[in-house]
């Protein structure tokens, strides 16, 4: 069954962020748009879930993120398209999720490799099979430079019109393109046989059950970009004095420091290394660090305990050369 919500369709942002946070689908369409299978480590991470608890702490940028097998990846559904944005946006999210890992003694050789994938949903190229990869390259010798960072644009209606009708690609993209409830049948009647379609339906079915829930998720800062300035308009506004307004703030950036906590111990808990953590929160170690002592303080029972590093009772943690902290 295909319980189609045109007030959120396959392409919805916070629909999307819901769906692929599951580890399956999220690998699944990985392997897609790469062509190799990848191997995720943990559970995929998205703001639709974690900022659910995380009131105005808009601290995840990507729409699904996850630990591989080969480094770190993320996938960002894009419905809105300016080229020179989607360009710069995309290195911008690699060189971000590169910058924000740990380098001990230089060893830049260890650098995890990243992957940033962006789900157009409306942008076409005239590129025959409707996806891009891009990678550095040697302009020189004409060979890549490295593997360190590695891109994919996918452009649904170009997939739809021209790739392969055989390929996980096509499926995906004839699922992120419907709109309509006429849509929404005829995916159903054509690939009623075909196992990952049927997955994309019943993991939309369970995302749309709870249309209030969603329509929560898309309030949260990272839908309406609601910033620091943004709230200190809108006390100017309710006549709320200046001294009035920084009380506010710093009783908000109280509670998301607290909130902070709580999604680290979580992350711990899911066995979530120290450079995903850092990633995700956009930390530094050292920082990374202070919130596990102020954990350990408030809760002396609770060990914590990542794949890099740990923290027992007491607050010991191990020595390591980090670049500045914020």
């Known amino acids: 069954m295909f319980n189609f919500n045109g007030?959120?369709?396959?392409?919805?942002?916070?629909v999307f962020s819901r769906m692929f946070v599951d580890k399956h689908l999220f690998a699944e369409l990985l392997k897609a748009v790469t062509g190799k299978k990848i191997k995720i480590k943990g559970e995929p991470i998205t703001q639709a879930v974690v900022q659910e608890r995380i009131a105005m702490l808009n601290v995840i940028k990507l729409d699904v993120f996850a630990e591989t097998s080969f480094g770190m990846a993320s996938i960002d559904l894009q419905n809105r398209y300016y080229k020179e944005r989607v360009e710069n946006r995309s290195v911008y999210y690699a060189a971000r999720m590169i910058s924000r890992q740990d380098v001990e003694n230089m060893e830049y050789e260890n650098v995890k490799s990243v992957h940033v994938s962006f789900i157009l949903s409306r942008a076409r190229t005239k590129n025959s099979g409707g996806l891009e990869q891009i990678r550095l390259r040697n302009v020189t010798t004409g060979e890549d430079f490295g593997s360190l960072m590695g891109l994919s644009?996918?452009?649904?209606?170009?997939?739809?019109?021209?790739?392969?009708?055989?390929?996980?690609?096509?499926?995906?993209?004839?699922?992120?393109?419907?709109?309509?409830?006429?849509?929404?049948?005829?995916?159903?009647?054509?690939?009623?046989?075909?196992?990952?379609?049927?997955?994309?339906?019943?993991?939309?079915?369970?995302?749309v059950l709870d249309p209030a829930s969603l329509e929560d998720v898309e309030r949260l800062p990272y839908y309406t970009n609601k910033s620091k300035a943004a709230i200190k308009a809108e006390a100017r506004a309710k006549g709320i004095e200046e001294g009035m307004a920084k009380g506010i703030q710093q009783g908000i950036e109280q509670g998301?420091?607290?909130?902070?906590?709580?999604?680290?111990?979580?992350?711990?808990?899911?066995?979530?290394?120290?450079?995903?953590?850092?990633?995700?929160?956009?930390?530094?170690?050292?920082?990374?660090?202070?919130?596990?002592?102020?954990?350990?303080?408030?809760?002396?029972?609770?060990?914590?305990?990542?794949?890099?590093?740990?923290?027992?009772?007491?607050?010991?943690?191990?020595e390591k050369n980090t670049p500045d902290g914020r």
């Open 153 to 207: 644009l996918v452009y649904v209606p170009t997939v739809v019109q021209k790739a392969d009708k055989n390929s996980d690609l096509y499926v995906f993209s004839r699922f992120f393109a419907i709109k309509k409830i006429k849509h929404a049948r005829k995916f159903l009647v054509e690939f009623q046989n075909n196992k990952l379609a049927k997955e994309l339906i019943r993991m939309y079915d369970e995302v």
């Open 256 to 318: 998301q420091n607290q909130e902070r906590m709580r999604v680290i111990e979580t992350m711990i808990s899911s066995k979530c290394g120290d450079d995903f953590i850092m990633n995700v929160l956009d930390i530094s170690y050292d920082k990374l660090n202070e919130y596990k002592k102020k954990i350990q303080d408030e809760r002396p029972s609770v060990r914590l305990t990542t794949g890099d590093s740990q923290i027992h009772s007491g607050g010991n943690v191990p």
């Open 7 to 14: 007030r959120f369709s396959p392409a919805n942002d916070t």
